[in-house]
């Protein structure tokens, strides 16, 4: 009687214990297969109003200066099944600055964001960066020719290995006279990345993007560094 006893014992607590576990195992199992990043698995404050997704433009313009800033605080996925391995857009990574007749003026490019940049463990990838102004790569700082691309993060870090990081570049834009019109120069800016080496995905969120346009005479000398 009471070996039958503690058997029945040993199995009511075997089958309590299991009951206790199982949803802590099924909620660990759920959280490995899904990107705590995104929205769906994000811990939100209680009762807070979630900010909408929005690719905002802010411009700011004066005699001599003109300011653009573009955010996006969507986060936007690029698998390499998809954009393949030559540059791509940038999501909110476009707009366009004027500069009058028979003027210069010295542009500041950059960009920040969250990024995670994926690809084959021990693989040495990276994802790259870059701007165009119409349609041309920013030649400065200039890499024609050579090896080194801007590698706007490395894929080394794996999976869920965000990073806030940034790539700045300059250029000068010069709108040349014109005898049969006065209507500034339009110089159009796109934001771009490309998978290097093997890299398979990049993740780009929380992205601001700044352009401002100074007006005036730019000298570009060659100094010792």
Do not use: H
């Not at 199992?29 to 811990?43: E, K, L, M, V």
């Not at 990574?93 to 003027?103: N, Q």
């Not at 990276?126 to 801007?150: A, H, Q, Y």
């Amino acid at each position: 009687m009471k070996r039958t006893w503690l058997l029945r014992a040993a199995a009511a607590g075997a089958v309590l214990l299991a009951g206790v576990l199982a949803p802590s195992l099924a909620a660990a199992g759920g959280s490995n297969n899904s990107n705590p990043q995104a929205p769906s698995a994000r811990r939100l404050v209680p009762n807070a109003t979630v900010a909408p997704n929005a690719c905002l433009m802010y411009q700011q313009m004066n005699s001599v200066e003109q300011k653009y800033r573009k955010t996006n605080n969507n986060f936007t996925e690029y698998f390499g099944t998809s954009v393949g391995t030559g540059y791509f857009n940038v999501a909110c990574g476009s707009l366009s600055f004027t500069v009058p007749r028979g003027k210069q003026a010295l542009v500041d490019l950059s960009a920040v964001a969250e990024l995670d940049c994926q690809g084959p463990a021990g693989g040495n990838t990276w994802c790259e960066g870059r701007f165009l102004i119409n349609n041309t790569p920013v030649p400065t700082p200039d890499n024609t020719g050579r090896s080194d691309t801007f590698a706007w993060d490395s894929g080394n870090g794996g999976a869920y290995d965000w990073q806030a990081n940034s790539l700045e570049q300059e250029y000068v834009a010069k709108c040349p006279t014109s005898s049969t019109t006065t209507t500034p120069c339009t110089y159009k800016v796109q934001l771009q990345s490309r998978l290097d080496n093997g890299a398979t995905y990049l993740w780009v969120d929380d992205l601001t993007v700044r352009v401002d346009v100074t007006l005036g005479t730019v000298r570009v000398t060659s100094v010792t560094p």
